[in-house]
T-cell receptor, first 112, second 110 residues
Framework: KNQVEQSPQSLIILEGKNCTLQ??????????LRWYKQDTGRGPVSLTIMTFSENTKSNGRYTATLDADTKQSSLHITASQLSDSASYICVVRGVYGQNFVFGPGTRLSVLP | NAGVTQTPKFRVLKTGQSMTLLCAQD?????MYWYRQDPGMGLRLIHY???????AKGEVPDGYNVSRLKKQNFLLGLESAAPSQTSVYFCASRVPGELFFGEGSRLTVL
């Protein structure tokens, strides 16, 4: 069964610190991997999308990495801000079908 | 530009009642999806549509029906609500490379 796992489940950091969120997936064959940010009470918003051939992609203070061989991705947040407090969701799409496989998310809390 | 709009945002139902959630998108997208989000779980696909007049079952379709009579609208219906359908429902539309989500509809079934 295609699965996406994320760790940690939740994370608390102080403002200004860096953090890294992990995503492991079993979806195969793989098409692309996306990271979404979901603020409390809102819909997910796209941060990055990576295809099989891409190893890293940045979007401001967010940097995603992908190792398609080990089926792992990470999202690194630099110099965290209070507004980074949200859930971060890893989403993987396989080559076949319409479905996107969503991870359960990592809940990040940034404290002043 | 409203993007993807869901109505209503909140609803409380009694077991056995029926209701319809409306999703409207103004981006002329062909693909639309309905997901449910439950605590500790990833979003799960209920039904989807690849164009006006078409619908297909997703991962968890039981107890739900959908219709796509107009390209911009995708309706999700619950004919006889059950407590297990208490959830937050998200609609999304898609172009190649991007999914756009609505703000969600929180449904509680008592």
């Amino acid at each position: 069964k295609n699965q996406v796992e994320q760790s940690p489940q939740s994370l608390i950091i102080l403002e200004g610190k860096n953090c890294t969120l992990q995503c492991n997936y079993t979806v195969s064959p793989f098409s692309n991997l996306r990271w979404y940010k979901q603020d409390t009470g809102r819909g997910p918003v796209s941060l990055t999308i990576m295809t099989f051939s891409e190893n890293t992609k940045s979007n401001g203070r967010y940097t995603a990495t992908l190792d398609a061989d080990t089926k792992q991705s990470s999202l690194h947040i630099t110099a965290s801000q209070l507004s980074d407090s949200a859930s971060y969701i890893c989403v993987v799409r396989g080559v076949y079908g319409q479905n996107f496989v969503f991870g359960p998310g990592t809940r990040l809390s940034v404290l002043p | 530009n409203a993007g993807v709009t869901q109505t209503p945002k909140f609803r409380v139902l009694k077991t056995g009642q029926s209701m319809t959630l409306l999703c409207a998108q103004d981006m002329n997208h062909e693909y639309m999806y309905w997901y449910r989000q439950d605590p500790g779980m990833g979003l799960r696909l209920i039904h989807y549509s690849v164009g006006e007049g078409t619908t297909a079952k997703g991962e968890v379709p039981d107890g739900y029906n959908v219709s796509r009579l107009k390209k911009q609208n995708f309706l999700l219906g619950l004919e006889s609500a059950a407590p297990s359908q208490t959830s937050v429902y998200f609609c999304a539309s898609r172009v190649p490379g991007e999914l756009f989500f609505g703000e969600g509809s929180r449904l509680t079934v008592l």
